[in-house]
Nanobody
Framework: QVQLVESGGGLVQAGGSLRLSCATSGIIFSIRTLGWYRQAPGKQRELVATITSGGNTDYADTVKGRFTISRDNAKNTVYLQMNSLKPEDTAVYYC??????WGQGTQVTVSS
């Protein structure tokens, strides 16, 4: 079956960095569009970034210039490098693969 396992979340001070990883299995990874979403308490889940099979990327306006999504097709893994983190980036971050496959989420907490 398809599995997505996120890692790399944690507690960081404002201005710091974190790198999230999402290792996948059970799916043909290289042909899929991948994405990172986040959900803060009391808010709807929102799109953070996507990367297509061809490497084209797109970002929410709130993270442009600070976050970078990338993929390693050899490792079936998608990454989210998060720099200059702000308290408003605090959320549970989920990876997503087209076909409606989701990871379990990883908590990112940014302290002020």
């Amino acid at each position: 079956q398809v599995q997505l396992v996120e890692s790399g979340g944690g507690l960081v001070q404002a201005g710091g960095s974190l790198r999230l990883s999402c290792a996948t299995s059970g799916i043909i990874f290289s042909i899929r569009t991948l994405g990172w979403y986040r959900q803060a308490p009391g808010k709807q889940r929102e799109l953070v970034a996507t990367i297509t099979s061809g490497g084209n990327t797109d970002y929410a306006d709130t993270v442009k210039g600070r976050f970078t999504i990338s993929r390693d097709n050899a490792k079936n893994t998608v990454y989210l490098q998060m720099n200059s983190l702000k308290p408003e980036d605090t959320a549970v971050y989920y990876c997503h693969i087209t076909g409606n496959f989701w990871g379990q989420g990883t908590q990112v907490t940014v302290s002020s």
